[in-house]
C-alpha cells in the first residue's frame, strides 16, 4: 500500500506542534508547489519519513518555519542533522521562530538553536494565525549566524507577513502594537 510521503510528514507535524501552530491540512500541501517552500526529508530504512525541515528561501535570508522528528525517535540528532544541512545549502542568513521561553521545554527548545549558533532577538513579533478561528501567536524570532538589527528584523518581518503568511502591512502593523 502507497503512503503518500507528505501525509507522513503532516502526521509529524500534527504529532509535534500545537494545532494553531500549522496549517490545516489543504494549506499546507499546496505550499508544495510554491517555489520559495521546501521540504527536507529524513527517512528510516522502510523508507518512511522519521522527520522534516520546512523552509523557505528569500533573497536576503532562509526562514525554517517548522522541524520535527517522529516522538518515536527524538533525541537521536536527526534534528540537529537536518538544521545543519539547511543551515550549510547558503550563505544567507537563516531566521525562525520559536515559543517564548515560558517553561522548560521552551527553554530547552531555545538551547537547542542556540548550540548551532542563532541568537534570541528581542523585538516584538506576533505570528499570524494559520488557521480561522485562531487567534495570533506571540513568538519571538531567532537568527544565525548573527544577530539582526532592528531594520533588518522589519525587512525580515514584512516578508514573512507578505510571502509566508499572506498578510498586508496594514494588518501586520495593527498585529505588532
Same mark, same amino acid.
Given at each position: 500500500?502507497?503512503?503518500?510521503?507528505?501525509?507522513?510528514?503532516?502526521?509529524?507535524?500534527?504529532?509535534?506542534?500545537?494545532?494553531?501552530?500549522?496549517?490545516?491540512?489543504?494549506?499546507?500541501?499546496?505550499?508544495?508547489?510554491?517555489?520559495?517552500?521546501?521540504?527536507?526529508?529524513?527517512?528510516?530504512?522502510?523508507?518512511? /519519513?522519521?522527520?522534516?525541515?520546512?523552509?523557505?528561501?528569500?533573497?536576503?535570508?532562509?526562514?525554517?518555519?517548522?522541524? /520535527?522528528?517522529?516522538?518515536?525517535?527524538?533525541?537521536?540528532?536527526?534534528?540537529?542533522?537536518?538544521?545543519?544541512?539547511?543551515?550549510?545549502?547558503?550563505?544567507?542568513?537563516?531566521?525562525?521562530?520559536?515559543?517564548?521561553?515560558?517553561?522548560?521545554?521552551?527553554?530547552?527548545?531555545?538551547?537547542?538553536?542556540?548550540?548551532?549558533?542563532?541568537?534570541?532577538?528581542?523585538?516584538?513579533?506576533?505570528?499570524?494565525?494559520?488557521?480561522?478561528?485562531?487567534?495570533?501567536?506571540?513568538?519571538?524570532?531567532?537568527?544565525?549566524?548573527?544577530?539582526?538589527?532592528?531594520?533588518?528584523?522589519?525587512?525580515?518581518?514584512?516578508?514573512?507577513?507578505?510571502?509566508?503568511?499572506?498578510?498586508?502591512?496594514?494588518?501586520?502593523?495593527?498585529?505588532?502594537?
Amino acid at each position: 500500500m502507497f503512503i503518500d510521503p507528505f501525509d507522513q510528514i503532516f502526521e509529524i507535524m500534527k504529532q509535534s506542534f500545537p494545532e494553531s501552530e500549522y496549517r490545516p491540512y489543504p494549506e499546507q500541501k499546496r505550499l508544495l508547489s510554491n517555489a520559495r517552500y521546501q521540504l527536507l526529508t529524513e527517512k528510516n530504512e522502510q523508507n518512511e /519519513a522519521t522527520g522534516f525541515l520546512a523552509g523557505w528561501e528569500f533573497e536576503e535570508f532562509r526562514y525554517i518555519e517548522n522541524v /520535527a522528528v517522529s516522538q518515536a525517535i527524538r533525541g537521536g540528532g536527526i534534528g540537529k542533522r537536518m538544521m545543519e544541512r539547511f543551515m550549510k545549502q547558503s550563505d544567507k542568513p537563516v531566521i525562525l521562530e520559536v515559543e517564548r521561553p515560558e517553561d522548560e521545554l521552551k527553554r530547552r527548545r531555545i538551547g537547542f538553536y542556540k548550540r548551532l549558533g542563532f541568537h534570541l532577538e528581542d523585538y516584538a513579533y506576533v505570528q499570524p494565525a494559520l488557521r480561522t478561528g485562531h487567534r495570533p501567536l506571540p513568538l519571538q524570532i531567532m537568527s544565525y549566524p548573527e544577530s539582526l538589527t532592528s531594520s533588518e528584523f522589519e525587512a525580515m518581518r514584512k516578508v514573512l507577513y507578505n510571502e509566508v503568511y499572506g498578510v498586508s502591512d496594514s494588518y501586520a502593523y495593527a498585529l505588532n502594537r
